[in-house]
């Protein structure tokens, strides 16, 4: 069964560069994003490691670990990190787990419908090893997204959903079409008017069921 929303994310213990991680444990009390790929030393996955290297920070701002899958095993995730920092320019200091088993690709159905695995496998048999679990510190599965082997991921947008997460937590909004820290939020309909009111001040009601307001301070 694939998994879903609001799903609790599967526990694993596996081997990283980061020695040996039990995912819950490693979560914690932030969140966390599990980003996979097909294989190291690949040239997509390679930019995409540097993006994720150079916004350290700001995950760090937003209480959240980043942790890296690959299919290989952790020697050569280490190898691979040199050329990751070279093409950054930022420390690879996240963890990348050793996926060679495929228990991580096959306990989160990371793999292609029509996966064949033979020894000696490419890039091309493990294709679709190429997704986004964003997970809170409930251990629950908040947001995912697959990419193709030719789509560089956007972590602009991986961040502005981060955000987006972050700031609906707990609290009877949505975020709009393309919001952005800063903008103004959807009112949910758990609320009446007088409620919101009383909740997030003036209302900017533009239709019965579609009512804007400024976004909460956490």
Partial sequence: MSLRINDVAPNFTVDSTAGKISLHDWIGESYAILFSHPKDFTPVCTTEFGAVARLSGEFAKRNTKVMGVSVDNVEEHHKWKRDIEAFSGSPADFPIIDDTSLEVSKL???????????????PADSATVRTVFIIGPDKKIRLTMSYPMSVGRNFAEIM????????????????PADWVPGQDVIVALSLNDEQAKAKFGEIDIKLPYLRFAKAPSK
Avoid: E
Wanted: charged share 20%; no cysteine.
């Fill in 108 to 122: 989160y159905n990371m793999l292609p419908a029509d996966a064949y695995l033979p020894d000696g496998r490419t």
């Fill in 160 to 175: 502005r959903a981060l955000d987006a997460i972050q700031a609906t937590d707990g609290v009877p909004i949505a975020t």
